[in-house]
């Protein structure tokens, strides 16, 4: 049996691509989806998390009309998403520690 979920990091990976780079929602989702090793997250948790995370104030919005197509709306990451961003790497840095140990012992079996 397999385990599901492990999308509970997708606001620290977008954060992170939104460091690197302001990005629209199907940009974000297709960066996870190419560049991660195994993306857990689909097109609903992605705008569920951007959504959430607007109101949080870690990234700001604005809207590009184009002449052909849907607008879209852009995601650009603020201060406060950049303390956040921080805040999940050291979340992160702890959680790895714990996989490594797991993954030391688990060996040892």
Not at 36 to 50: E, K, M, N, T, V
Request: charged share 25%; hydrophobic share 40%.
């Amino acid at each position: 049996m397999a385990f599901k979920g492990g999308n509970r990091h997708t606001p620290a990976f977008l954060l992170l691509f939104l460091a690197e780079e302001p990005s629209y929602g199907g940009m974000l989702l297709s960066r996870m989806q190419t560049e991660l090793p195994h993306c857990f997250s689909d097109s609903a948790i992605i705008y569920r998390s951007l959504n959430e995370m607007e109101k949080n104030g870690w990234v700001e919005t604005s809207w590009e009309y184009r002449d052909t197509g849907q607008p879209r709306k852009w995601y650009t990451i603020t201060l406060r998403g950049k303390e956040a961003l921080q805040e999940q790497a050291v979340d992160i840095q702890m959680r790895l520690a714990n996989f490594e140990f797991f993954l030391s012992r688990f060996n040892k079996l």
